[in-house]
């Protein structure tokens, strides 16, 4: 509780961050008012069960850097499965909601554009997955591709200090960055093979179109 305070706190402490926050959930909310997305109970019980799934798999941490990100249990599956089922408009809020949960978990602000590479945005970046329906695992690469390229934007622009003498920011973000997410990207793929997937998207909401579920 006290980590959450002091986070909160900081993040109070930055009001272009915040207003930079708000922003994105305004034009997330634009996006789905524009595709005509409505909220439906089974959907809303879905988000907050595969967030609440993605919380808990991330504490399963496999290995974690001195300086931040991890190799878990493949805690982005719960994640991509409300892209693969519902399609990007919920999938980037749900990236954002989860993104908010770990920034107030574990937040390090220096910038406003740092937290939105940092934290919202790699998350809401799982979302791309959806530009290719049916391809579960072209999806999952393309997402997790588009989350190395936040992370290794941050990198490179606010934390290029961080890399040792005569070393290129360029290439300690890229080995900083896939050194978690190479792994990770792995055991997520590694879960899609092996769980079926289709069916348990169609399992989880009997009432909405299916989005994205077709046979591999």
């Known amino acids: 509780m006290d980590t959450l305070i002091k986070n909160a706190a900081e993040l109070l402490a930055q009001p272009t961050s915040l207003f930079t926050l708000l922003a994105v959930l305004v034009f997330i909310f634009g996006y789905l008012q524009m595709r005509r997305i ?66 107030m978990q574990d ?5 406003p ?18 530009a290719v329906p049916g391809r579960i695992y072209l999806g999952a690469a393309l997402a997790f591709t588009a989350r190395f390229l936040c992370h290794y934007i941050s990198g490179v622009v606010f934390f290029g200090s961080y890399a040792p003498p005569d070393t290129s920011p360029y290439l300690y973000s890229l080995v900083f960055n896939a050194t978690y997410l190479v792994p990770e990207a792995v055991i997520c793929l590694l879960l899609l093979r092996i769980l079926p997937v289709p069916r348990l998207l169609a399992a989880m909401d009997q009432r909405t179109p299916l989005y994205g579920a077709k046979p591999l």
């Open 107 to 111: 937040a390090f602000i220096v910038h």
């Open 113 to 130: 554009l740092q937290v939105l590479f940092d934290y919202p945005l790699p998350y809401m970046a799982l979302a791309i997955a959806a």
């Open 38 to 103: 409505r909220f439906t109970t089974s959907m809303l019980i879905n988000v907050a069960l595969m967030l609440a799934l993605t919380i808990v798999l991330h504490q399963l941490r496999i290995f974690h850097m001195p300086q931040g990100g991890s190799v878990t249990l493949g805690a982005m599956v719960p994640l991509l499965f409300l892209t693969y089922r519902y399609g990007a408009g919920i999938g980037c809020l749900a990236g954002f909601v989860y993104g908010m949960i770990n920034l």
